[in-house]
């Protein structure tokens, strides 16, 4: 049985891009990519760390979202995660507002994204190139 790349429950905005590294240190890099480019493009957003569930690693957040990354089999996920506090209704709402500026940063250091289609009944996703 097959399974897709772990998406965190409650994730508000999700992108999901290729990825083939040699190595973790290529793989580490790439995430300090991410992460700058995050900075970057949202002011209010610095590096963070921690885990959310077994396979997602938060690599930036600010006071209403998390930045998490998953990896399964050269599939990247990179979610928005509201905070689950009393400004989580805030948090849903940055996600929303900042979907296709995010969108772009995560194509830009990955060099595309995908968009999920669906699933097979065995959990294996299926996933369609985005156009630039």
Same mark, same amino acid.
């Given at each position: 049985?097959?399974?897709? &790349? ?7 905005? &999700?992108?999901? #891009?290729?990825?083939?590294?040699? !190595? ?11 992460? @700058?480019?995050?900075? @970057?493009? =949202? +002011? ?12 997602? @690693?938060? &690599? ?9 990354? @998953? ?10 995660? +509201?905070? !689950? !506090? ?7 709402? =940055?996600?929303?507002?900042?979907? #296709?500026? =995010?969108?772009?940063? &995560? *194509? ?6 995908? *968009?999920?289609?669906?699933? =097979? ?9 985005? *156009?630039?």
């Amino acid at each position: 049985m097959g399974r897709s &790349v772990y998406v965190p429950s409650g994730a508000e905005v &999700v992108a999901y #891009a290729s990825v083939e590294c040699e !190595d973790s240190f290529e793989y580490d890099m790439l995430m300090e990519d991410l992460v @700058a480019s995050l900075e @970057a493009a =949202f +002011p209010s957003v610095s590096e963070d760390s921690g885990y959310v569930g077994r396979e997602g @690693a938060v &690599v930036a957040s600010n006071r209403l979202v998390q930045f998490v990354v @998953a990896e399964y089999c050269g599939l990247v996920s990179v979610s928005v995660v +509201p905070n !689950d !506090d009393e400004y989580y209704e805030l948090g849903k709402g =940055f996600a929303n507002r900042i979907n #296709a500026k =995010f969108q772009k940063v &995560v *194509a830009g250091v990955f060099g595309g994204v995908y *968009a999920k289609l669906g699933s =097979f009944s065995n959990g294996e996703g299926v996933y369609q190139k985005v *156009a630039a």
